[in-house]
Structures are given as C-alpha cells and as structure tokens.
C-alpha cells in the first residue's frame, strides 16, 4: 500500500514539473480574450530625464526621492522619483486604469484596474 501511495504521488510531482507543451499559453502570457493589461506612460508636458536612474548597485537618491521601479514602453526601469507625486504628475495608466504605489524596494509604480 505505501509503495502505492509513493508511487503515485511521484506520479503527481513528475506532472507538476512538466514543460509546456508547444503552443500552449506560458505562464504570464496574455490569453486570447483577456483583457489588455493598462500600461503606464508619462504624463503631457511631464519628463523622466532628470530623475536619476537608481537600483541596489547605484547611489542612493537624493532627500525626499524614493528608488521606484516601473515599466515604460516595455521596459523595465529604477528611478529616483518623489513617491507621493510620482502617479499624479509624472506617469498615468492607459485605459481608465489608476496608477498605485507598492511597497516593496524598490516600490514599484503599476496599474489598477478600474
């Protein structure tokens, strides 16, 4: 009975750590008919060309600056931004989405659905 019960829950671990097979959906991809994910972009008449880039191999940012990490275009990015404007005057969601803050190091700038 327990070589049974080891046998099949070997069975189970083997399954749960399969690859995907060829044309399945990968995990984190977007499936055919789910909603488009809001991205941010910066604001009208707003730039991130001062705002220095920061991580954990970087200078700390200056007073009053948080290292806040977001993607951009695609591209995922670290900056030295003020946490409490960041959302509501340098970057906005696309699609109605709210731009939101959260904590974590870096804090990390994403977008909430409406």
Same mark, same amino acid.
């Given at each position: 009975m327990s070589r049974l019960m080891g046998g099949l829950l070997m069975l189970g671990l083997l399954g @749960?750590?399969?690859?995907?097979q060829e044309g399945a959906p990968q995990e984190g991809a977007p *499936?055919?008919?789910a909603p488009r994910e809001a991205s941010l972009s910066v604001r009208s008449g707003a730039s991130l060309e001062?705002?220095?880039?920061?991580g954990a191999e970087l200078p700390a940012c @200056?007073?009053?600056r948080s290292c806040i990490a977001f993607t951009l275009e695609g591209q995922r *990015?670290?900056?030295c931004l003020d946490a409490t404007t960041a959302c509501?005057?340098?970057l906005s969601c696309s699609d109605g989405a709210s731009?939101?803050?959260?904590e974590s190091y870096p804090l990390q700038l994403r977008c909430?659905?409406?």
């Open positions: @749960a750590c399969r690859t995907t *499936q055919e008919g001062q705002a220095p880039v920061c @200056a007073e009053g *990015q670290a900056r509501s005057e340098l731009c939101v803050v959260m909430s659905s409406p």
